[in-house]
């Protein structure tokens, strides 16, 4: 049986022609975004096709070592490298993040001898923003006697816990800037606790020393 000729061209005799070269590219923009936690360097054609990219991540770098000028200075070279083997020599700088890595990300990319024609920094800044949490503010208050005045605030919003931490806090400020001499400590036998009662006494003992606290002591 006779053998097929194979067409020429085809899968079996292989390509014919000389390989696609690379691109050219004379002129790019060098996206840098440096957060706390990692920096992203990403090079990108004048119509916004991504060419090279490179992060603190994809070089290595663990946990919070991402977040490190090194890294940043790293991630930049190795997105540098790649344009530069394919003929980039004018950028344009594009930063954006609060990142430790926005310094050293720029110091790589003028030390690989790419000439830049602006650096702009793009993060985003907020005109109004989020609503802002309402004023502490009294809502209340008012003197019920001499020795005992009330006041009530709003203070919002707390976490679980924290409004008790809080208002301890504030007690314990505001009775030590009280001037005066008061009746602080009790001293009873056989009483065991404040909510005990007292044989021949209508009021608890609570009742008595709440009573007590009322009392006006002169110098």
């Keep these: 049986m006779a053998k097929s000729i194979p067409r020429s061209g085809s899968r079996r005799t292989g390509r014919i022609g000389s390989r696609k070269s690379a691109r050219r590219i004379p002129k790019g923009v060098i996206h840098v975004q440096a957060s706390f936690n990692n920096t992203i360097v990403t090079v990108?054609?004048?119509?916004?096709?991504?060419?090279?990219?490179?992060?603190?991540?994809?070089?290595?770098?663990?946990?919070?070592?991402?977040?490190?000028?090194?890294a940043a200075q790293t991630a930049a070279g190795n997105a540098i490298r790649t344009v530069a083997d394919q003929g980039m020599q004018r950028a344009e700088v594009m930063i954006k993040g609060p990142g430790l890595g926005r310094d050293a990300a720029l110091r790589a990319i003028r030390r690989s001898g790419i000439l830049l024609n602006f650096v702009r920094d793009v993060t985003p800044m907020p005109h109004n923003g989020c609503?802002?949490?309402?004023k502490r503010r009294c809502v209340e208050s008012r003197a019920d006697s001499k020795r005992?005045?009330?006041?009530?605030?709003?203070?919002?919003?707390?976490?679980?816990?924290?409004?008790?931490?809080?208002?301890?806090?504030?007690?314990?400020?505001?009775?030590g800037e009280i001037e005066g001499t008061c009746i602080i400590r009790a001293k009873?036998?056989?009483?065991?606790?404040?909510?005990?009662?007292?044989v021949g006494i209508q009021e608890s003992v609570h009742e008595i020393l709440m009573n007590l606290k009322e009392n006006c002591i002169e110098k």
């Design 188 to 198: 009873s036998e056989k009483i065991p606790h404040e909510y005990s009662t007292v």
């Design 44 to 70: 990108t054609d004048v119509r916004g096709r991504v060419i090279s990219w490179s992060s603190a991540g994809t070089c290595g770098f663990r946990g919070t070592r991402r977040g490190t000028p090194f």
């Design 148 to 175: 005992l005045y009330y006041g009530r605030f709003i203070l919002s919003p707390l976490m679980k816990g924290q409004a008790d931490t809080i208002g301890i806090a504030m007690r314990r400020a505001l009775l």
């Design 131 to 134: 609503r802002p949490p309402k």
